[in-house]
Structure formats: C-alpha cells, structure tokens
C-alpha cells in the first residue's frame, strides 16, 4: 500500500499542477512588441506609427488618439494585419509627437499606452518665411538697411524647438502590478495547499491510531 508521505506528496503535486494549470494562462496576455518610429526616438519626419505586438489584435476595438505642436495627428483610420497595427499621421511642425493606444487581443485582454518622438525636419518647417527679408520701398532714404544688416538677419536659421527626452510609452501598470502580485499569491496558495495536505495526513494517522 502507498504510504502515507507518498500519498501526501502526491496530493501536494497534484494541487500544485491545478494552481499552475489556472494562474500560467495570464501571462500568454498580448503585449507591445515594437514601433516605428521607435518610443523616444527623434528623427527628420514619419508619415505614419506602425505598432507590432505579441499576438493578433482585433480591429475593432482599436482606440487611438494622437497629438503634436498643432494638435490632432490622425489621419483616416487605422489599418490592423494581425498583430500589426498601422496610423497615418499628419506631420505638420517640428516638436514633440505622441500616439495614445488601446486595444483588445485575441483572448479579450485590454492593451494600452503610449509612443512618444521627435520631428527635427517637417515640410512646413522647411518652407522659407515669406517676410523675412523684404525690403520696404517706401522706406526714405535713411531708413534703408545697410546690406551688411539684411545678409545677417536673412542668414539667421530659425531654432527648432529643444525636444525633451520622452517617457518610457508603456503604459502597463495594471499588468506589471499583476506581475508583482502573482509570485507572492502563488507562494500563499502553495503554502495553504501543502499545509492542508499535511494536516489531513497527521488526522489520518490519530485515526488509525
């Protein structure tokens, strides 16, 4: 006959492999696997945010919101490929761009967070300033610029806006205190399992004895 520390063994691995059969589903969760442009990157200019995650999204619960120096940046609708999500943006000044995102992965898990980059070298930054430059030629005499005076003020570059360094664009609280929360929960499960097993065990015997 099986003993009875085998038999404890057996009902504590047996506990063990249902605790792990119900907790390890959570980690097959989608998750952001890159962007382009990439999160904090600075770069001349982008037409569009490309997002690749872990696993296929649906489209239609995709959620986007995008902003720049001059306010919105979406441009028409996004486009999903399977775990590819793709958005036009509308590039219109150099500055600092954010794309928000939420969407649902095939198992029904909820995905958010951010993307943030830089544009140094968009088309309308490049257009030249129409006033600058242009002389008055209704201006007198004395009031003329020397030509020394207009070469420099027409030779001075615009700055471009000073770009911060962009947050990490993740936004995964709520999974990464989950992550934090699981070991210990599992440990306590484990504990309260195999304590069982072994007071079951010590009743066992009072009885046979």
Do not use: C
């Amino acid at each position: 006959m099986m003993s009875q520390r085998m038999k404890t063994a057996v009902i504590a691995l047996i506990a063990l492999l249902l605790v792990f059969s119900l907790v390890l589903p959570a980690f097959a969760h989608a998750q952001l696997l890159s962007s382009s442009p990439a999160n904090g990157a600075t770069l001349p200019t982008a037409e569009e945010v490309v997002l690749t995650f872990n696993e296929s999204i649906s489209p239609d619960f995709v959620q986007l919101a995008g902003t720049g120096p001059d306010g919105d940046i979406i441009e028409g609708d996004a486009v999903v490929d399977g775990p590819v999500l793709t958005q036009a943006i509308r590039a219109t000044a150099n500055g600092e761009y954010t794309l928000t995102y939420r969407v649902v992965s095939a198992d029904g898990h909820p995905v958010s967070g951010e993307v943030t980059f830089t544009l140094t070298d968009t088309e309308n930054d490049d257009a030249p300033d129409q006033d600058t430059g242009a002389i008055d030629t209704d201006a007198t005499p004395t009031a003329t610029a020397s030509p020394s005076a207009t070469a420099s003020a027409s030779a001075a570059p615009t700055p471009d806006p000073v770009a911060n360094p962009a947050p990490e664009g993740q936004d995964d609280g709520d999974d990464a205190g989950f992550g934090l929360m699981l070991p210990l929960t599992l440990g306590i499960v484990l504990v309260v399992v195999v304590g069982g097993a072994l007071a079951w065990t010590a009743r066992n015997r009072r009885h046979e004895h």
